[in-house]
């Protein structure tokens, strides 16, 4: 039930980009992108909305394929700041309510 | 603004003993969560609340019970203390369902069962 997000980990070099990807077997609502440093509880980044409203963030972007149930996340010109780990959590609507599930996780880490 | 107050930050139990971590929101949201975050798992829901005296089981319920009286408050409850519930505890609380739809988390709690 819990969506998949690939890769579990990638290391880049400042500059880089980097594209973190979440997948779900369930029709999705929403798809919100956090950040989560070491020791610290997740910050959120962005929403995508089904039908293609985003609210997010000034140098990162993503994706949201409602059809696919698929979404990417998309960080350019890496900074080191970027380094943690990245979730998806996922907002799905069934039985007149909705509920919200994160993603396994993607460790992201950004060396000088 | 308090935003999600979760207390204890960290708690070390024996097996068998039982206990609360609490969760309150001053931001009037109906929707509450816990998560528990493990190596290499992401965060697994295990319980969730869309409002007052209504609650429902997350992906890993087992062990755990919580209640919502109020709109503020979702304490979750361990009865009898598991090794296999040592873990980092997170409660968030969001409005659903909209284009400002956010997860607000709690500090965590970090747990730890001998």
């Known amino acids: 039930q819990q969506p998949v997000q690939s890769p579990q980990a990638v290391i880049l070099r400042e500059g880089e980009d980097a594209v973190i990807n979440c997948s779900s077997s369930?029709?999705?609502?929403?798809v919100h992108w956090y950040r989560q440093k070491h020791g610290e509880a997740p910050v959120f980044l962005m929403i995508?909305?089904?039908?293609?409203e985003q609210k997010g963030h000034e140098k990162i972007s993503a994706s949201f394929n409602e059809k696919k149930q698929q979404s990417s996340l998309y960080l350019t010109a890496s900074q080191l700041s970027y380094s943690g780990t990245y979730f998806c959590?996922?907002?799905?609507?069934?039985?007149?309510?909705?509920?919200?599930?994160f993603g396994t996780g993607t460790r992201l880490k950004v060396l000088a | 603004n308090a935003g999600v107050t979760q207390t204890p930050k960290f708690q070390v139990l024996k097996t068998g003993q039982s206990m609360t971590l609490q969760c309150a929101q001053d931001?009037?949201?109906?929707?509450m969560s816990w998560y528990r975050q493990d190596p290499g798992m992401g965060l697994r829901l295990i319980h969730y609340?869309?409002?007052?005296?209504?609650?429902d089981q997350g992906e890993v319920p087992n062990g755990y019970n919580v209640s919502r009286s109020t709109t503020e408050d979702f304490p979750l409850r361990l009865l009898s203390a598991a090794p296999s519930q040592t873990s980092v505890y997170f409660c968030?609380?969001?409005?659903?369902?909209?284009?400002?739809?956010?997860?607000?988390f709690g500090q965590g709690t970090r747990l730890t069962v001998v």
């Open positions: 995508l909305l089904k039908g293609g």
């Open positions: 609340s869309v409002g007052a005296g209504i609650t």
């Open positions: 959590g996922t907002e799905n609507f069934t039985s007149g309510t909705y509920k919200y599930i």
């Open positions: 931001m009037n949201h109906e929707y």
């Open positions: 369930k029709a999705l609502y929403s």
């Open positions: 968030a609380s969001m409005h659903p369902g909209g284009v400002n739809t956010e997860a607000f």
